[in-house]
């Protein structure tokens, strides 16, 4: 380890270099207008298009996406690109109406050389989301892929270069956390760092940022999201989105329905559908186009998952399918249902980033909303219920950034995204999404009193 840390910390001081330089004012990046910004992104949504199928087989090599969930972002990820690229040329000032003979304006500039550091479950999904929007609002970056996902990264830059980005604005660095991420996160030449990824790295990169100078911080983490089941929900809706919501790509995403709660006038029923769902998903090689489910990302995350499992049966909740692992070969998890579940299991309150559904029982929307918000996490919340006052009463009071009703996971990047408490600082996407990444300069003219 220790050769890997010493000559990633060069191969990032040599990315930041060459992006401070292509930020230098009388660059080639820097003279572009902002309409051409958004030209070359357009053509860099053309080729992601052009190579969707490559895209997506290596995205399934590289992490265990199943192919069809990896086409359905396929298109999202085209899209998203497309409208980061037209909020290039819609970055402006305003007129301040100053006391006295002034005239004051205000001008936003790209706020510098920018880290971005991602996440190994969506890898080109958040490339797109962080390095798109940072070119968008004129910065250079500095990109560091999670470890155990390098590969997509490499093949996204070798798309802008195609594009037509110049040399030195895109630049990946990949490497280990204690080698790449510290020495890109201390930098003292990088000016923003965006990170998505675990609360506890999130919390030593916040840290880090503020050692040498002070780092501009993004940092979208994890969660334990509350979807809440009312007594008038449609089963047959509520029951498969409430399993995608926790079952998709193997349980490993930020957003994950893992804390199910369920009022007691449907919960057996319930708990029936939801059992029998779970016995029906086919998991296998992703790369099968009928697979549901995929491998868990390495064997790490397969014993962590398998941990948790022992967890929630030693604590006393029921497990009512799945549970172990699926062979030899691999990092295959059943997909696992426990009923019965209490809020203060341990499954109830860790992020288990796995295909593990808890169901826990509530009486009242009162009660299950304090419960809820019981959590030092804030990303998602949903609720499923045919009453318009309880949703919107939910909907209001829940802790969380994103919140869902009759329905779950419904976002893009004309939406912004985010949590509370320790599930991030700031937001992602939506009109504002350049904010992060710029800075504002006020400009105050004395005017003559005559002309």
Known sequence: MAPEIKY????????????????????????????????????????????????????????GMVVNLGLYFSETNVKSIRYLASLADKIQGDTVPLDGDNFTFTLKQPVGVCGLILPWNFPILMFINKVVTALAAGCTVVVKPAEQTPLTALALAALLKEAGVPAGVVNVVNGY????????????????????????????????AGKVNLKRVT??????????????????????????GVFSHQGQMCVAASRLYVQSGIYDKFVEKAVEFAKNRKVGNPADTTVDQGPQIDSEMLEKVLGYIEKGKKDGAKLLTG??????????????????VKDDMTIAKEEIFGPVQSILKFDTLEEVIDRANNTSYGLAAGIFTTNINNALQYAKHVEAGNVWVNGYGMTGQQSPFGGYKDSGVGREGGLNCVDPYLEVKAIAISLPKKF
């Open 219 to 244: 940092l979208e983490l994890g969660g334990k999201s509350p979807l809440i089941i009312m007594n008038d929900a449609d089963l047959n809706v509520a029951v498969p989105t409430a399993a995608f």
């Open 323 to 340: 549970g172990k692992r699926i062979g030899k070969s691999g990092f295959y998890v059943e997909p696992t249902v426990f009923a019965d």
């Open 8 to 63: 990633t910390k060069a191969d990032v001081d040599l990315a930041v270099s060459a992006a401070k330089a292509a930020f230098h004012r009388n660059s080639e990046w820097r003279l572009l207008d902002a309409s051409a910004r958004g030209r070359l992104l357009n053509k860099f949504a053309d080729l992601v298009q052009r190579d969707t199928k490559y895209l997506t087989e290596l995205e399934s090599y590289n992490n």
């Open 177 to 208: 956390g204690p080698g790449a991420g510290t020495a890109l996160t201390h930098h003292p030449d990088v000016a923003k760092i965006s990170f998505t990824g675990s609360v506890e790295v999130g919390k030593l990169i916040q840290q880090a």
